[in-house]
């Protein structure tokens, strides 16, 4: 067996093997199905075999293979995350007959079904596929981002349709037109390959054959044909065909590069096709190519092919046939249930019909599916039709569809590579395996597996420079009868003829794997076994379906169902293997499958699977980083041979464990170089745990039982203890340095190099690149042992290449590991290939940085790209913050980097590091916000900038505090998670929810209900957000108070008294009178209530949005019983509560947020069942459209309930859906519309009998969906509409104003302020039409279709041809207003000026004078001033001078003026006033329009009471009173007033009398303007919201609950178009919970005021945002914040939408202003006011007010408490308060490890303990940054901020590093660096110390002093001025003078 070891120690040591079983054969096992009992039999071979031997164990195998194993096959791929971070797990899509298991696990098998799909009838194939939707096809286009959406999917392909089930849950079915060989994953959808038939070789007529291949790009797409594009080919251009020929397989298919490979089985060649979409020109040439070869014959084609299908199908089917029954299920798409498809043919391969890897071609016949293109699916012989058995040809007279309409196809092939073609091409070298691997140097290599020849063919390929195409070089074959790839090391394993796996990289042989647990073939066996030397064609065994898709050979004998030749070739070996080792061997590896990174499976004979691992190269950082950087930069054949050699030595059996991986990489690559390891005597003692190489590995493995002298000396000189005596802890330990021996066998003679090894000419740029990856360490603090580990290579062969500025480099970082002897090898440099970037001088990161921070001139610095990222990016970081460049960062970094390269040293231009390139999307002022945004862009992150040394990270650090005091609002989010803004990544995290989710969170919902109490519940105001409220109102009880006023749910109290003298029947009487008139009141609340609870609820779609109910009932005192209106005693208006209900319900839908998520099934569901309710429910319809949820009931619903003919219902519907679409043109909604118009309907249309309230509703609702437009024949239309005159019928003469001012208003929409530019309207002389229809005359001729309508005149009206002013006025008034609006167009303003003559005034009814007062206001819109002289002036003289004054008690009498007109002109004119008044301050809270309001509102109040009311008539006073209450609560909407609640409650007290229905209606609506949605929202003065609130706020109000005469209710519930979320709330980001926070606003300047700030207390509404320049978060208490609105008021509109969460964060010691109202209580406070050092009077607990961080506690907790007796740490433990309190009263809290690793080393140097050299470095870093230029200029600008800044610390530190090295040189330093200085040997013991100096100092080495010429100076100018040039500051050359001049007397000068 000697051998057999020797065989063994070249080989790999496979890891952890594993028994494998696909996890879902256990799940399917437990699924409750029929399944079980079939798997039930699928135990491994073993268990079945009771005889022993091979035949049995063979034959057994064979048996199950062929019964079972059919139905089961499965695939793995790689662990997808969700997230997108790299995971390491399999996931497996496992397949048996009826199921699809997804399961998902890790390494260590913690598996877990992740989901389980179970279809209707056998699953032939499953699949992961990525559907890329395009965003038009997609509902969601709110979604920002990408163009795509990728939807990943699992696809289950079944006999007549695939399933595709995406993971977000969408589950699509796609019926199949043809049978289905194969459906393949692409990058851009699914492609399918139609079963061919070998019929199809062509028929007699000739014909267009047929496509093979088919794409769907989405589930919901057609499945259309697949074009290829071949190159020159007979026409002479390439031509552009569907891929029809029957001869080419798909056998692979790859998406990232997208490729495909096929397999031509006539010509027995594979091709390889690139896969791409079609571009536009392509599709025409097939489309137009189709047409002319189809034209010919159509006819006879398809009769030929029919007949021919048919005599197929009859024909050949056997009765018996199990698929029989399939054309019935054809003739349904959609059907795939059908008891007949249990049985699956047996022609279908195992696994081949899954898993990707395998052959496709090995394909499923049986398909068979709607035969749209009627494909002939059966196969290639004649003598399988028993099995496959086409459709019946009921369904094949389809065939014509093809020509007839050509369907466009959407991807294409592109031809790239044949291979060549031999003479000995075998007939079915048809590849069985295909995949992409890449070797260890990233050349990619496309690899198929031919079994027939057992070779495994490999073809290099790359991509062209500008990345458009693959080039594909020559083929290498390898011996092989199975493969697979290994993607996580980049190698490939090989499964050899002999039984032996191999890895490969690429097509360079690695070595032998050995699998521990199996045993390795015996040499003897693999020589006895001959390889078939010819193709096993000639045996045909029936376990061996060879030609299974090929031709037509003897097929019928083919029922064998395994697919892999390679289980019948073994088979068929299996006489070899019984002759000779098989009763030694058991087992022998049969096939490979399912590779996964570095796993994969191994098939053994004996039926069962094991999972192994392939090692990884290396384990280690360190290593895994000097392996990449030496591969980068040596040549590519050269590189790979260098791993292959170190793969082999890592990985050998046994091998090294972690901790020597190093020392095991160092023999290995100086044995490389030519290096004798075994007489060197540092590498000789290495210490490996494993053995060595396979020639030492049996000496070493030998162990002595009784140990010896030399143990101790090798122990003594090993590393180790070299790293031991220079721990910092053997130095606090006072451990004596033990003298160690010198070694025996260390002769000095040098040892020469071997030149001839594989390395030995590169040394030099191994040498460099491995210095270039030690300053790349230094950059990162966790790598600190593998720098030292580093750097004892890098010194010997410095010393070895002779180059002494590296070897005095290296002493100075680590003056203790870098000893002055060390044994030097003589190296030939004869030989040596120095490369171009290698430099003399060492490139030092620390060195560049330092050069920087002095403002010197740099070099670029050399890197190695993707390997010393982190130098690059602190190169670049450094160059843009402290030089200023800002190109630094842009896309080429050429004047700080050059790349390192393999050749020659070429252009240094960045070209691939596009994203690092600088996004200029976010506005950047300062360097520190682009440098902070261009680290987040390269994907720096706070943990990396934790591991960058401290003086490094200081300059990044210093930008991120600057940032984090000013940052910009819309930074990303991780942007803001880097500067530590955690307020601002939130809301940049919350921001990034798409609308969908209801992104007000935990925040600002309230799921508590606030009462317990029953009644309350059902009140419908209980899904308020009470804690905002509070915070807003938080000093009394008005929101209880508003609840109360405004709930209709429980019954009202009628408090009568009953006399004496009344019976009781009088008193029921009496008491249900009272009872009717607080109805009036009741039924008028939920309007108010709708306004009160706006946008308040996110309902939850499974339950109903509850309604509450409207209680029409009282109880009376004091026995509480109850009164009931219905009892019969007093007359009651029929239907008197049905608006009533229908506003109820618009109030309860207007809760549902706009965010809320609610589909058309959840508005259906909401139907009530009663008839009762269908007006609460028609309105919930109104209210939302109105919150624009509308949009998504399905047409085909509305319909439904417009045919109902509900009268309420379509008014709801109609005015919601035109809410929704507001002013979009939307053509399916205007024929909604004109149905319900007579005016918009054709005049020989049918006359439809449509409601007059219903036709109200819907020209509202064309004046709402065509808002805005100045759309010519609408406007037409409706400006006719004004004036229509009432008809022969009755239904034309009642309530015939409404229908005109809703014509008027909806013309007003149309044109909204377009004002004199109607554009094309100029004939329909709209302006004059309307003064006309407003002040009357002769009615014009009618225009238009409608004459005929109107010839007869009335029958109930004489009106005559004037024009009935009574009812157009107000409409043609609002019209103009409207068209109009914000125009100041002064000849329209003087129309509608008020008559100032007495004459006049007669004609003109006064409620019309409010109208025109009003409108002729919001024309002259700038004029509106807010003061009672303004409103004043719109009186005409002649009532000014007239008229009573609100206040006279006794009348003046006067003859020819009448009074009363007079008297009621006066209040409406100022009424109309007051209410533009309103309409221009609509929600600004304007204190002086408040005023102005309230007086007038108190002057009406006063009037109501006064004697004189009776002149002015007390229904006009409460008019006026009701307009100017809701001009009030316009002004002060959401603002919830003190002032104006007390008038509206004082309204709400007053019941009888005079005040109807309306009145409460004006009173309670201006209630819940003032409480809009809850304080959360305002009004808006935009043109649009001016409109939608003229509608609402018509100052007419019903006199009763039932009254639509002059306006429909409906509309007064258009206020929501014009109410928008102005609240914003801060909330704190670490608690949660909303707070208060002083904001300032910055309005922009205006003419009437210059730009202005004021403070508002958040939470508040804030002023309309196109009026505000900025709104900044106030110090001192949060963390700073501007939103800027001069670049889009965007950002913060969706922060308002969102439920207006501005989150901040409290600053350090400070208490929110809820705890600490006058901020009194702080901590910062207490601590100015106590005197004493700050160090003692802050206490550890106290640090709890400042900071959340758990950390700074601990430290607290442990660094700073006192303990008893502390002694001298009492002075430790000060310091350390006082550095926490200074980071956290600063807050900069991360600063606290740089404090103290500041201290700690300079703690050291006092100590002497310094045996590296690198935390000085930093703090000379530290110390530069303050002192550099860029650094003193930032804080010239800005003084008092900055890190580091008030305090001692950083003076201290140097002084006290100053006073130390004096020291040293004093007490004989000068000495070593005497003899340093003139390169003399010094004393070990001053080593650490001359190191510091060096560095400390800057000094220069010896040889730049020698080149410097500095022996001669004589005086210290001269040393001054040649010391320029070395840059080498004063204070250093003051203390080298006196060595350099030798003589002290000469420093005089």
């Given amino acids: 067996m000697s051998d057999h070891s020797d065989e063994r120690a070249t080989m790999i040591a496979a890891g952890d093997l594993q028994e494998f079983a696909p996890r879902g054969r256990e799940h399917c096992r437990r699924h409750p199905s029929a399944l079980t009992l079939q798997l039930r039999r699928l135990q491994p071979a073993s268990e079945l075999c009771s005889s022993d031997g091979a035949a049995g164990l063979v034959g057994c195998l064979r048996e199950v293979t062929i019964h079972e194993r059919q139905r089961e096959s499965w695939q793995l791929r790689k662990g997808v995350s969700d997230v997108g971070e790299a995971v390491d797990f399999d996931e497996e899509l496992y397949v048996a007959s009826n199921m699809v298991i997804w399961s998902k696990g890790s390494k260590n098998h913690a598996s877990a079904v992740y989901k389980a799909f179970t279809v209707d009838s056998p699953v032939l194939q499953a699949l992961w596929c990525d559907f890329t939707i395009p965003q038009d096809k997609s509902e969601k286009a709110d979604v920002s981002g990408s163009d795509e959406i990728v939807e990943k999917c699992i696809c289950i392909l079944q006999n007549s349709c695939i399933n595709v089930h995406s993971i977000e849950g969408k589950d699509y079915i796609a019926a199949l037109p043809f049978q289905v060989a194969n459906v393949w994953p692409t990058k851009y959808g699914l492609l399918f390959e139609r079963t061919s038939s070998s019929h199809e070789v062509p028929p007699s007529p000739p014909r267009e054959p047929l496509p093979t291949m088919f794409s769907m790009l989405h589930p919901l797409d057609e499945i259309t044909p697949l074009v290829c594009k071949s190159g020159a080919g007979v026409f002479g251009s390439a031509r552009v065909q569907y891929v029809a020929d029957y001869t080419l397989r798909i056998v692979f298919l790859n998406a990232e590069p997208s490729i495909v490979m096929t397999y031509d089985t006539v010509q027995s060649l594979h091709t390889v096709w690139a896969l791409r979409r079609v571009k536009p020109e392509e599709q025409n040439m097939v489309l137009k190519f189709s047409e002319q070869m189809g034209t010919p014959q159509p006819m006879a084609t398809s009769s030929s092919l029919t007949a021919h299908l048919r005599s197929l199908s009859k024909g050949d089917s056997p009765v018996g046939s199990p698929f029989q029954n399939y054309s019935s299920i054809h003739s349904q798409s959609r059907s795939v249930s059908s008891p007949s498809m249990q049985s699956r043919s ?53 065939f014509l569809i093809p020509e007839t309409e050509p369907i466009v196809p959407e991807l294409c092939i592109d031809h790239l590579w044949t291979e060549t073609v031999t003479n000995m091409r075998e007939k079915n070298s048809q590849a069985s395996k295909v995949f992409i691997t890449t070797d260890l140097c990233g050349q990619k290599f496309l690899c198929f597996l031919v079994e027939s020849q057992l070779q495994l063919r490999c073809v290099k390929f790359q991509e062209s420079n500008d990345k458009s195409q693959l080039i594909f070089g020559s083929v290498t074959s390898i011996q092989a009868k199975d493969a697979a790839p290994v993607q996580g090391i980049d190698m490939l394993l090989v499964l050899e003829g002999s039984g032996n796996l191999v890895l490969y990289s690429g097509v360079v042989r690695v070595g032998k794997v050995f699998i521990p647990g199996l045993p390795a073939p015996s040499l003897t066996m693999s020589t006895q076994m001959p390889r078939p030397s010819t193709p096993l064609d000639s045996v045909s065994t029936p376990s061996k379906p060879l030609n299974k898709h090929l031709g037509p050979l003897e097929e019928g004998v083919l029922l064998s169902p395994v697919p892999e030749l390679r289980d019948s070739s073994k088979l068929h070996e299996s006489t070899y293997v019984e002759d000779c080792t098989f009763q030694q061997l058991g087992t022998f590896i049969h096939a490979l499958r399912d590779p996964v990174h570095n796993r994969v499976t191994l098939e053994l004979s004996n039926n069962t ?36 050699k170190w793969y082999n030595a890592y990985n050998a059996p046994g091998g090294p464990s972690y901790h020597s991986e190093w020392n095991l990489f160092v023999t290995c690559l100086m044995n490389m170089m030519g290096y004798n390891t075994e007489r060197l005597s540092w590498t000789r003692n290495l210490d490996f745990e494993g053995s060595l190489s396979p020639v ?99 010194v010997q062969l410095a010393r070895d290449l002779k180059l002494e500025a590296y070897i005095d480099y290296y002493y100075r970082d680590y003056p203790a590991l870098v000893k002055t002897s060390r044994q030097a090898c003589v190296i030939d440099q004869g030989f040596m290939h120095h490369p171009s970037f290698f430099s003399a001088e060492p490139p030092s990161i620390f060195q560049w940085l330092s050069s920087c921070l002095k403002g010197e001139g740099v070099q670029p610095y050399p890197y190695l790209p993707g390997i010393c990222e982190r130098s690059k990016l602190v190169v670049l970081s450094v160059a843009l913050y402290v030089l200023g460049d800002e190109s630094a960062v842009s896309n080429e970094a050429s004047h700080y980097l050059y790349k390192i390269t393999s050749g020659q040293r070429k252009q240094q231009i960045e070209q691939d590091d596009s994203r690092c390139s600088f996004s200029h999307n976010t506005s950047v002022s300062s360097l520190a916000e682009k440098l902070v945004i261009w680290m987040t862009n390269v994907g720096f992150t706070l943990r990396d900038l934790e591991s960058l040394p401290f003086g490094v990270a200081l300059p990044i650090r210093d930008a991120i505090y600057y940032c984090r005091e000013q940052p910009a609002s819309d930074w990303p989010e991780a942007v803001c998670l880097l500067i530590g803004r955690q307020d601002l990544s939130k809301q940049a995290c919350e921001g990034n929810l798409q609308k969908g989710k209801s992104s007000v969170g935990p925040v600002l919902s309230s799921d508590i209900p606030s009462g317990t109490e029953s009644e309350e519940d059902e009140d419908g105001m209980n899904d308020m957000n009470e804690e905002v409220m509070s915070l807003i109102w938080s000093e009394d009880l008005r929101v209880q108070e508003v609840r109360r006023l405004l709930q209709s749910a429980s019954p009202v109290r009628v408090n009568v008294v009953q006399m004496p003298e009344a019976s009781d029947h009088e008193y029921i009487e009496e008491k249900e009178n009272r009872l009717l008139q607080l109805c009036q009141r009741t039924m008028a609340l939920p309007v108010g209530r709708g306004m009160f609870t706006l946008f308040s609820y996110h309902p939850i779609p499974t339950e109903q949005l509850p309604i509450p109910k409207l209680n029409l009932t009282g109880r009376a005192p004091p026995r509480n019983t109850t009164v009931d209106l219905n009892s019969g005693n007093i007359d009651v208006p029929p239907n008197m509560a049905c608006w009533a209900s229908f506003h109820n319900g618009v109030a309860a839908g207007l ?223 609002l019209a103009l207003a409207m068209i109009y609006l914000k125009t100041n167009n002064r000849s329209i303003a003087d129309w509608l000026q008020a008559p100032d003559t007495m004459y006049l005034l007669d004609f003109v009814k006064p409620e019309f004078l409010l109208l025109r007062t009003l409108a002729r206001c919001l024309i002259l819109w ?158 808006s003065t935009s043109n649009s919201s001016i409109a939608a609130l003229l509608c609402a706020l018509y100052p007419h109000f019903p006199v009763h609950s039932t009254d639509n005469r002059y306006h429909l209710q409906a509309l007064r519930h258009l206020y929501v178009l014009a109410a928008e979320p102005r609240l914003l709330t801060p909330v704190d980001v670490d608690s949660n919970t909303p707070c208060y926070a002083l904001i300032e606003v910055t309005y922009k300047g205006t003419q009437w005021y210059a730009e202005t700030t004021e403070e508002l207390m958040a939470p508040t509404l804030l002023p309309e945002l196109h ?143 310094m045996s590296e050299t690198f935390e000085l470095w930093q703090i000379k870093l530290v110390l530069e940054f303050f002192s550099s230029r860029s650094h003193q200029e930032r804080m010239s600008r800005n003084p008092n901020r900055g890190l580091f800044m008030n305090s001692e610390f950083l003076p201290v530190m140097k002084c006290t590093i100053d006073n130390t090295l004096d020291q040293w040189l004093q007490a004989g330093g000068d000495v070593s660096l005497h003899s340093y200085l003139s390169g003399q040997p010094t004393e070990e013991s001053q080593l650490s110390m001359l190191a510091c100096f060096l560095i400390y100092h800057s000094v220069p080495t010896p040889g730049q002093l020698a080149a410097g010429g500095l022996e001669g100076s004589t005086n210290f100018s001269e040393l001054l001025s040649k010391f320029k040039q070395l840059n080498m500051p004063v204070r250093a050359l003051l203390r080298l003078a006196p060595l350099l001049l030798r003589n002290p007397q000469s420093m005089v000068l």
């Avoid at 709607?370 to 459709?391: A, D, L, M, Y």
């Avoid at 290593?623 to 591969?631: A, D, F, I, S, Y």
């Avoid at 191994?766 to 300053?775: G, T």
């Fill in 346 to 398: 047996p022609s279908i391969s195992n696994m081949a019909a899954l898993s990707r890897s395998y052959s496709p071609a090995l394909g499923v016949h049986s398909f068979s599916g709607v035969q749209r293109f009627n494909f002939s699916s059966s196969t290639q012989s004649p003598k399988r039709h028993s099995i496959t058995h086409s459709p019946n040809s009921t369904s094949s007279d389809s």
């Fill in 609 to 644: 699977m094991v999972r192994i691992t392939i090692p990884e190269i290396a384990t280690s950082e360190l290593v895994k980083r000097c392996l990449q950087g030496v591969k980068a930069i040596l040549p590519k054949e050269i590189a790979v041979q260098m791993l292959v």
């Fill in 696 to 794: 030492i590995a049996p000496k070493k493995a030998r162990p002595s039982e009784t140990g010896s002298d030399e143990d101790w000396e090798y122990l003594l000189s090993s590393d180790y203890h070299r790293n031991v005596e220079s721990h910092p802890v053997a130095k606090a330990l006072r451990l004596d340095p033990l003298e160690v021996l010198a070694p025996k066998d260390d002769f000095l003679q040098s040892l020469s190099l071997d030149s001839s090894t594989l390395l030995f000419t590169h040394i030099p740029a191994i040498f460099f690149v491995l210095h270039l990856i030690y300053e790349e360490l230094k950059l990162n603090s966790l790598m600190g042992e593998g720098i030292r580990s580093l750097v004892v290579l890098l």
């Fill in 1151 to 1373: 809760k549902i947020a706009p965010a809320s998520q609610i589909d058309s099934a959840w508005i259906v569901y909401n139907k009530p069942k009663i008839a009762e309710l269908a007006n609460e429910y028609a309105g919930f319809l109104m209210a939302l459209g109105l919150n624009g949820h509308l949009t998504k009931l399905a047409t085909l619903n509305i319909h439904d309930y417009l045919t109902k003919g509900h009268e309420m219902t379509s008014i709801g519907l109609l005015l919601g859906v035109s809410a929704a679409k507001l002013g979009t043109m939307d053509m399916a909604i205007t024929r909604l519309l004109s149905i319900h118009i007579p005016a918009l309907l054709p005049p020989t249309s049918t006359e439809l009998d449509v409601p007059h309230n219903v036709q109200v509703a819907a020209v509202i609702g064309i004046g709402l969906v065509y808002q805005g437009t100045a759309h010519r024949h609408t406007a037409e239309v409706l400006l006719a509409e004004i004036g229509r005159p009432p008809g022969p019928e009755m239904e034309y003469c009642t309530d015939r104003e409404s229908y005109s001012l809703a014509s008027g208003l909806a013309l007003g929409m149309v044109c909204l302020g377009h004002g004199s530019n109607l554009i094309g309207m100029s004939d329909l002389n709209v302006p004059e039409q309307l003064y006309q229809y407003m002040v009357g005359g002769h009615r014009r001729f009618q225009a238009g279709m409608h004459r005929e309508k109107h010839k007869s005149p009335s029958y109930q009206i004489k009106e005559g041809d004037t024009i009935n002013v009574d009812v157009t006025c107000p409409g043609a008034t």
């Fill in 1422 to 1579: 700038d004029d509106i001033w807010p003061d009672s002289k303004w409103v004043n002036s719109n009186v005409p003289q002649i009532i000014r001078e007239n008229s009573i004054s609100l206040h006279a008690t006794e009348l003046p009498s006067s003859e020819d003026l009448s009074l009363e007109t007079l008297a009621q002109a006066h209040v409406y004119i100022i009424a109309g006033a007051c209410l533009s008044l309103g309409f221009r301050f609509a929600g600004s809270e304007n204190l002086a329009a408040f005023k102005c309001l309230y007086k007038y509102a108190t002057d009406f109040l006063k009037c109501l009471s006064a004697p004189t009311a009776s002149i002015t008539g007390h229904y006009n006073l409460e008019t006026c009173l009701s307009v100017l209450l809701l001009s009030l609560a316009m002004v002060m909407a959401g603002s919830g007033n003190l002032k104006v609640l007390q008038l509206c409650r004082f309204m709400h007290k007053k019941t009888g009398g005079e005040m109807n229905y309306g009145f409460h209606l004006a009173h309670h609506m201006a209630l819940g303007l003032l409480f809009l949605g809850g304080g959360r929202y305002s009004l």
């Fill in 1667 to 1809: 009026l505000l320049k900025q709104i900044r978060v106030k110090g001192p208490r949060y963390w700073e914040l501007l939103i800027d609105l001069s670049k889009g008021t965007n950002h913060l509109k969706s922060i308002l939408s969102k439920g207006g969460v501005l989150y901040v964060k409290l600053r350090a010691g400070q208490l929110s202003y809820k705890e600490d109202p006058m901020g009194w209580r702080s901590l910062l406070a207490q601590t100015v006011t106590h005197q004493n050092s700050e160090a003692r009077a802050f206490k550890p607990e106290a640090i709890s007010a400042f900071t959340s961080d758990p950390a700074l506690f601990s430290f607290a907790d442990y660094f700073c408490k006192p303990t008893v007796n502390m002694g001298q740490k009492q002075e430790i433990l000060d310091l350390f308060s006082s550095i926490l309190y200074e980071c956290v009263t600063q807050e900069n809290p991360e600063m606290l490890p740089t404090y103290i690793a500041i201290d700690q080393a300079v703690r050291r140097l006092e100590r002497r303990e």
